[in-house]
């Protein structure tokens, strides 16, 4: 599991870690897929379960990405069809040798605490909030790089120190604001 914060190289992170279960031997393929609750739920009974079933079916050897997890539980538990997704993913990940599976869930941790606290038990079992990844924001020197690396490559700009400089600071302002974006916010700032 990863607790996450926006724009922070979970991707990125998920893709490597996949490589490195493939080269361990423990994914036959170790490519990523990345999907969000929406891809899970179905409109009508019964139909939640079989997209989950497919959908872990088709990324058997695979790391399977699941974005903005806590999507998958409404408060109260009171919708069948988010339910589904969950009794079918506990029921099918075990998390143990020989699976050929790995699953990620990913999202901000106040909900994913929720989730994990009020779902089904099993979920906490398999996905424990305690050896999660934690992704932090990213410092001034991070940010200062991301831009630079981003005004080059995407607009074939070489700013100044001073441009740079001045752009952090602006981050850093937004920073202090909920869900600040990190790299997206940077690729913001460099579009205005």
């Given at each position: 599991?990863?607790?996450?914060l926006d ?124 050896s999660a ?60």
């Amino acid at each position: 599991m990863m607790c996450k914060l926006d724009n922070t190289g979970k991707t990125t992170v998920a893709a490597i870690y996949g490589g490195i279960l493939h080269d361990l031997g423990i994914l036959s393929k170790g490519d990523i897929v990345v999907k969000n609750p929406s891809d899970f739920i179905g409109s009508v009974l019964g139909e939640s379960e079989k997209k989950t079933s497919a959908i872990l079916e088709a990324t058997v050897g695979c790391v399977l990405v699941i974005d903005e997890a806590y999507g998958l539980h409404s408060k109260g538990g009171g919708d069948v069809y988010k339910a589904a997704v969950i009794d079918t993913l506990v029921a099918k990940v075990q998390g143990v040798p020989g699976d050929d599976r790995c699953v990620l869930l990913l999202g901000y941790k106040p909900e994913m605490e929720e989730m994990l606290r009020t779902a089904n038990p099993g979920l906490a079992r398999r996905f424990q909030l305690q050896s999660a990844w934690q992704f932090d924001d990213f410092s001034k020197d991070d940010l200062f790089c991301i831009m630079q690396s981003a005004a080059s490559s995407n607009y074939g700009w070489n700013l100044s120190f001073d441009a740079l400089r001045a752009g952090v600071k602006v981050l850093e302002r937004e920073k202090r604001r909920p869900n600040f974006g990190n790299a997206g916010a940077v690729n913001n700032l460099l579009a205005e």
